[in-house]
Structure formats: C-alpha cells, structure tokens
C-alpha cells in the first residue's frame, strides 16, 4: 500500500530533550515536506526537500532541522524542543512536478512541557 | 508573495442541503489548485485539484469545484451534504513553475464544515 508513515505517533517530552520524529514514504516520490497545524493558523511548511541531500527552509524553520540521506526518509529534529513547539506535524511527499498532490502521513502529536 | 485565504472558519449546513466553501488565492500567474480535507485524528486527504482545462473539476466523495480566473477563486461544492462530510477543509495553491521544479504548496487556514441531520 502506497503510504507515508511517521512515528511516533504521540510524543509528550521536556523542554531541551532532543527528538527526532521520522518519516518515510514507500512512493519513491522526490519531494517531501514536513509542516506544523495549528489552531487558527493551519499548515506552514517547516523544511522541505526536492531530492536527496537537497533541503530548504519553508516557513517556519526555527528550532528544527532536516536530512535527507535517503530517498525514502525525511526525519525532522528538534534539537533542544520548547513549549511553542508544542503541535500537531505532518510529513508529505509527492512526485517532483508541480501538478501533483501531495500524500500525507498520519500526524505527530508533540507536547513539550 | 504567494496566499490562500478562508474567509469562513466555520459553515454550518443541513444534510441533504447544497455546501460551498470558499477560497480565493493571490499568485502570479496560473496556479494550481487543491483542495484537502481533514477527519479528526487523520491526516489530510486529497480531494481535487485544478491544473488546466475545463474550469469545473470533479472530485471524490461527489464534491467539486470551480476555477475562476477574474475572481482568483476556487470554491469546492458539493449538491447534496452528508452528515459524514463534517470535517477540516484546505485550500492550498501552487506557483506554476516553467522551469520544472515544484513551488510549494501554500494552504489556507481551514473551514471547518458542519452538516447537522
């Protein structure tokens, strides 16, 4: 089944403790992206990376970070995580022309107290 | 710089009654269009998208949209709601590219719709 994945699925952690929430997609698709939902302010794109070891910051890149060693895995890190982190994130991926829809995984639900 | 906006952050609707939800874009040139839509605890789920030709696109689950080029629309409608179709709508638009690669993907804030029996 074509799918993204992402884990975990709910993640409560403490202010500084580093996480690392991983993404994969089995699409073989070239770009994937990760977004934050909030209430009121609905998806803003965090990183985003066209094809493997090509990353860029989307909107939102304070306080996180990306690779893209594989084609298939797009993990984001949050090296020292803070309370306005706190949200709800998405993973996508797509095929690299611009007519085409995005796939998204599930969600990960992170609270930092 | 490119945006989406939502102008309604919540439409009310009988079931069996027609919906729209709205969305206008500022982008230059011809965009694509999407729509998504959100179920509680998921993530987005593609419903249509708009990339040439007729204006009218045709979607899953009966709904639909219009692209309207003087008005930088893209309404997403369906003739008869389902209390099922409750649920997050985005918008989103994409800056055609010529050059190849891929703009992102700009979404609107949401709207959430409610179909009451």
């Known amino acids: 089944e074509a799918q993204v994945t992402q884990n975990p699925r709910y993640l409560i952690t403490v202010t500084g403790k580093k996480l690392t929430v991983t993404c994969s997609q089995n699409m073989n698709h070239e770009y994937m992206s990760w977004y934050r939902q909030d209430p009121g302010l609905g998806l803003r794109q965090i990183y985003y990376?066209?094809?493997?070891?090509?990353?860029d910051k989307g909107d939102v890149p304070e306080g996180y970070k990306v690779s893209r060693k594989e084609k298939r895995n797009f993990p984001l890190i949050l090296e020292s995580p803070s309370p306005n982190q706190t949200s709800l994130y998405f993973c996508a991926s797509s095929p690299r022309t611009g007519g085409n829809e995005q796939f998204f995984g599930p969600g990960t639900r992170l609270t930092v107290l | 710089a490119q945006s989406v906006a939502q102008p309604e952050d919540q439409v009310n609707v009988a079931e069996g009654n027609p919906l729209t939800v709205k969305c206008t874009y500022s982008v230059s040139g011809n965009p694509y269009l999407f729509w998504y839509v959100q179920y509680p605890n998921r993530g987005l789920q593609f419903l249509l998208k708009y990339i040439t030709g007729d204006n009218l696109v045709k979607g899953s689950y009966g709904f639909e949209a219009e692209f309207n080029k003087s008005q930088t629309s893209f309404h997403l409608k369906k003739p008869s709601a389902l209390v099922s179709d409750s649920a997050l709508y985005f918008c989103?638009?994409?800056?055609?590219?010529?050059?190849?690669?891929?703009?992102?993907?700009?979404f609107g804030k949401g709207t959430k719709l409610s179909v009451k029996p």
């Open positions: 990376s066209m094809n493997v070891e090509v990353t």
């Open positions: 989103a638009v994409r800056e055609r590219n010529y050059g190849g690669s891929q703009g992102n993907l700009i």
